[in-house]
Structure formats: structure tokens, C-alpha cells
């Protein structure tokens, strides 16, 4: 499975967070995700995949907890 968010050179010699789902930058409230260091944007995008992780497992949760509390579960 390839990763969704990756730090990428851009031509301004920053790097940016580029998101591999979309094909597009990373913008976040009217704000391109550039950083001065390749350092810096790797944490960020490693932090932007593990947020996806963790929301997915979240969704997953309060889906069983759902289906608990209908009774369609075990």
C-alpha cells in the first residue's frame, strides 16, 4: 500500500506535502504545507499519515459500538 502524504522537493527549494491521492499539494486553511527542511516535512507527513490510521481505526470503532447498540452485533 503506498502512503497518501510524502514530503517533495518543490522548485523554490522548499518541500511541500504532497498528497498521493489527490495528485495536489497539501493546502490547509487557504495555506500551501511548504516547510525549509526536507526534516521538517517528513515529520509532517509522516504525522498526516498516522492521523489517517488512527481515524480510520476510530470510524471502524464507533461503527461496531453502532451496531452494539441497535443489537445487530455480537
Not at 493546502?27 to 516535512?41: G, I, Y
Amino acid at each position: 500500500m503506498k502512503i497518501r502524504f510524502e514530503a517533495v522537493p518543490n522548485p523554490s527549494c522548499r518541500f511541500e506535502i504532497w498528497d498521493n491521492e489527490t495528485g495536489e499539494p497539501v493546502v490547509h486553511h487557504d495555506r500551501l504545507l511548504t516547510f525549509a527542511s526536507a526534516k521538517s516535512a517528513a515529520r509532517i507527513a509522516d504525522f498526516l499519515n498516522d492521523s489517517r490510521s488512527h481515524q480510520r481505526r476510530a470510524g471502524a470503532a464507533e461503527w461496531r459500538v453502532a451496531d452494539r447498540d441497535l443489537g445487530w452485533g455480537g
